[in-house]
């Protein structure tokens, strides 16, 4: 079974003000990531960082 085959894929509902800020994150990435990756990598950047972060 591949990596591909074992992702589970979920549905999400985003507002736009999120989506365009996701995007703008992807246009500073030197490969720019689809949108799911996008999302992929800041919630394993989210889960990565220390507890109490501060929220902009």
């Known amino acids: 079974m591949t990596e591909a085959e074992k992702m ?3 549905m999400i509902r985003i507002m736009p003000d999120m989506i ?3 995007d703008e994150w992807r246009r500073i990435q030197p490969d720019l990531p689809t949108r799911a990756e996008a999302v992929r990598r800041l919630v394993e950047i989210g889960l990565t960082s220390k507890p109490g972060g501060k929220k902009k």
């Open 8 to 10: 589970v894929q979920i």
């Open 20 to 22: 365009a800020r996701i």
